[in-house]
């Protein structure tokens, strides 16, 4: 498919320019991406609620069926990305095992990146576990009252979770500038991703404010719709949730016989239309890539005014 570069991109777009921009492309090429994407959303669509279906399974036999996770998340990965490529070839003029290749590159960086964030937090909240299990013990064995010790060590644990989540939020705000990273290295198609990692992050990070307010500008005007479009699926999730209550209460089951067929088909009409929500938003970074790198050129050549200023 011919790719749907913008002529403009690289121009200085304040917040609604952004969002006006990415829209009226989306407006004017909804056509032809929909034939472009409509199988790769499809398959997604019909992958991703295998997730679903894997967790109930291992529930029912009681974790035995663990094993069933690692398939289920290769499969909703190759999907994913799959499915992300096509979108990127809009971007692009390259063939699409060429953006197969780099969004399984950025695949793995991000997973890297997600796997090590796990890791500290999981070990950080583990240590701080045992150390306040020691300090618990360590109070009984002196003979303190038992009700108030563990209480205190109630409210510890709240104050470390508090904590973590704070931390989480913090390393989630300086992961918004790899949004700038991803983009740049979807667009510019001669970038190599070791070289632009580091340099890149850094000039997103500068742009940090903007990035932010756009991203959140850009989640509130799909928000209304989003919900919108995830309202059955909610009311559906719901009365799973009801049922699974009342079923640990001794209560029969009020849902109906072809339930599940009916949610993971719900589930599977709700993914794809969210779908093409999802290429709004990338349509969004892109604009705020041709911002950033504009933005970046002004402040460089301002630079060198002012040094030859100087000089004079």
């Excluded at 500008?217 to 719709?225: D, K, S, Y």
Aim: net charge positive; with cysteine.
């Amino acid at each position: 498919m011919e790719s749907i570069i913008h002529e403009e991109l690289y121009k200085n777009r304040g917040f609604g320019a952004t969002l006006k921009a990415a829209y009226n492309m989306f407006l004017t090429n909804f056509t032809r991406i929909f034939r472009h994407m409509w199988w790769a959303a499809l398959v997604f669509a019909l992958v991703l609620p295998l997730s679903v279906v894997a967790n109930t399974l291992m529930v029912k036999g009681g974790g035995s069926l663990g094993w069933i996770w690692a398939p289920i998340v290769l499969l909703v990965t190759a999907a994913q990305v799959v499915y992300v490529s096509r979108t990127t070839m809009l971007f692009n003029n390259e063939s699409w095992k060429w953006n197969i290749i780099r969004m399984l590159k950025l695949t793995l960086v991000f997973l890297i990146l997600i796997v090590a964030v796990s890791f500290v937090f999981g070990f950080s909240k583990g240590l701080m576990e045992n150390w306040m299990m020691a300090d618990l013990q360590e109070k009984l064995k002196t003979g303190a009252d038992a009700q108030a010790a563990m209480a205190m060590t109630a409210n510890a644990n709240m104050k470390v979770t508090a904590v973590l989540l704070c931390g989480m939020m913090v390393v989630i705000m300086l992961l918004l500038p790899l949004y700038y990273t991803a983009t740049k290295y979807i667009v510019e198609v001669k970038t190599r991703l070791r070289k632009i990692l580091w340099p890149s992050y850094k000039k997103g990070l500068r742009r940090w404010g903007y990035i932010f307010v756009l991203l959140l500008l850009t989640g509130l005007v799909m928000f209304p719709f989003v919900l919108i479009v995830c309202m059955p699926l909610i009311i559906m999730v719901t009365s799973q949730i009801l049922s699974a209550n009342g079923v640990l209460q001794g209560d029969p089951s009020g849902l109906p016989g072809g339930f599940m067929w009916l949610y993971y088909v719900v589930y599977v009409v709700t993914v794809f239309v969210l779908a093409f929500f999802t290429v709004f938003e990338l349509m969004v970074t892109y604009f705020m890539y041709g911002t950033i790198e504009t933005r970046e050129q002004e402040r460089l050549k301002a630079r060198e005014l002012k040094l030859m200023g100087a000089e004079a």
